[in-house]
């Protein structure tokens, strides 16, 4: 089965950024649509930004626009979430998930998933 990797969270002040890398070892990644939701404790498990396979539709939740950035590089089979200007409400697990078509930016939409990276933004 389609197992991705995330990788790249961690722990960062307000206003810092982090850029997460979402990789399947063993598939080619650009024939999935590839999202990345996020889940805080307490929370349902949200979008936060979806890309087409190739790479033309992007899709970002309202709380992130202006902020994150959805790329993918073919040339490395990777797929990354660049994050900026990270508040503390931004704190939660990071998972990417990968799907064969690109609908809605929803969980359910999304059959393959990654074990998610930690991103923790506080002073």
């Known amino acids: 089965q389609l197992q991705l990797v995330e990788s790249g969270g961690g722990l960062v002040q307000p206003g810092g950024s982090l850029r997460l890398s979402c990789a399947a070892p063993g598939f080619t990644l650009d024939y999935f649509a590839i999202g990345w939701f996020r889940q805080a404790p307490g929370k349902e498990r949200e979008g936060v930004s979806c890309?087409?396979?190739?790479?033309?539709?992007?899709k970002y939740a309202d709380s992130v626009k202006g902020r994150f950035t959805i790329s993918r590089d073919d040339a490395k089979n990777t797929v990354f979430l660049q994050m900026n200007s990270l508040q503390p409400e931004d704190t939660a697990v990071y998972f990417c998930?990968?799907?064969?078509?690109?609908?809605?930016?929803?969980?359910?939409?999304?059959?393959?998933w990654g074990q998610g990276t930690q991103v923790t933004v506080s002073s």
């Open positions: 998930a990968a799907a064969l078509g690109f609908r809605l930016c929803v969980p359910s939409e999304y059959p393959y």
């Open positions: 890309v087409s396979n190739s790479g033309g539709s992007t």
